[in-house]
């Protein structure tokens, strides 16, 4: 046996707030549409900050919360599609701003808004084998840069941020039964970039994210289930990647998930992509909601087409 538990986490947002009547400015919609559609009331977008701005924040909180210091990490890890730059990585840039050793891993991983658990999984692996026993993973993404803002039933959804996690690697804990998946599909969600069409605009089928989103999230709780021989009544907390209240709300009601024991932050942040569950895990960590002895199963979903879940519980 062996894996990796939660030792702190962290999260960062831009300041500037837009709210659904600020959108109502931009495109042709409403805010009854867009709350009743989406669950969503606000959201944050960058104006003078760097992606890299918001890791920093995000990673210095989650250091600090765990009292670890930046020359006991042993890899980086950071989930994004939004870099400031493809090279250096923000992973690599992290490194330079946090003084992490530098002879350590530091690298980006792209899987949309599935690329926190992807991540989580890459560090667990990449610690087994490192001298150092504590990772930075983060979820960092600045999709303000990437809207299409003529598309009205996208441009409405998404907000950046930033969210972090220390974890520690331990002979004795338990994985967290990461079960990841990918079905290449440039159809229903496709941000062009440096290859063919060179335009980093998103485009995205609402209506098939949601019915692949719909089958997707039982399937990875279920699979989570079965690889760690567990019950829901033995997950302390659900965290679902927050894209569309609606898909969170049918998973609650088909596993009849009491409200105690999952939370939305949509209707704050709308969809925040990779960082969207680590900011959900830091903010109910500072709500005091999960803590020390806490396991919590993480749930996820997004472009590529990608999934995955994972269990974790907090040292
Ligand atoms: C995008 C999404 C909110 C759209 O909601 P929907 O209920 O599927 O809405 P539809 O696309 O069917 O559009 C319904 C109507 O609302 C209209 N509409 C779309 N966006 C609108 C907006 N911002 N304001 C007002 N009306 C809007 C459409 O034009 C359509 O009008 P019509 O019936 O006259 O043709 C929803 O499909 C969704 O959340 N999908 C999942 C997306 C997701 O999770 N993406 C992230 C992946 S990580």
């Known amino acids: ?3 990796i538990k939660l030792r702190g986490t962290g999260h960062c947002a831009p300041e500037r707030i837009m709210t659904n009547t600020d959108m109502t400015k931009i495109v042709d919609t409403n805010e009854e549409w867009i709350l009743s559609r989406t669950g969503i009331e606000t959201r944050h977008h960058v ?22 210091s930046p020359d006991q990490i042993g890899a980086c890890v950071v989930a994004t599609l939004t870099p400031d730059d493809l090279v250096p990585s923000a992973a690599c840039a992290l490194q330079r701003e946090l003084g992490l050793p530098g002879d350590i891993p530091c690298f980006d991983l792209n899987a949309a808004c599935t690329g926190f658990l992807f991540a989580l999984h890459t560090m667990e692996c990449l610690l087994a084998a490192s001298p150092r026993k504590f990772g930075l993973v983060l ?3 600045v999709l303000s840069r990437i809207i299409n ?35 290449g599909d440039d159809q229903i969600l ?3 970039g440096v290859g063919h069409d060179r335009t980093s605009v998103l485009s995205m089928d609402g209506q098939k994210v949601f019915k692949f989103a719909v089958e ?16 829901i009544d033995d997950v302390d907390f659900f965290v679902f990647h927050q894209a569309n209240a ?38 109910l960590y500072q ?16 472009g590529g087409l990608t999934w995955g879940g994972a269990l974790m519980e907090f040292a």
Request: glycine residues 12%.
């Open 190 to 192: 496709h941000v062009g």
């Open 47 to 68: 104006t003078g900050e760097r992606h890299l701005d918001l890791c920093v924040g995000a990673a210095k909180m989650a250091l600090e919360h765990a009292g670890i």
């Open 139 to 141: 979820g960092c993404d």
């Open 216 to 231: 997707a999230v039982p399937r990875c709780i279920d699979q989570v289930l079965t690889a760690s021989d567990r019950s």
């Open 246 to 283: 609606r898909i969170i709300d049918l998973a609650v009601r088909k596993y009849h998930i009491p409200p105690e024991k999952y939370y939305k932050n949509i209707s704050e942040y709308g969809n925040t992509s990779a960082a969207s569950i680590p900011i959900v895990l830091s903010e």
């Open 149 to 183: 803002w003529s598309d009205r039933s996208t441009c409405i959804l998404f907000g950046d941020g930033a969210g972090a996690a220390v974890v520690e690697w331990n002979e004795s804990f338990e994985t967290i039964h990461a079960q990841l998946g990918c079905q």
């Open 287 to 302: 709500l005091g909601k999960i803590g020390p002895g806490s396991r919590v199963l993480c749930v996820g979903f997004g």
């Open 1 to 3: 046996m062996s894996g």
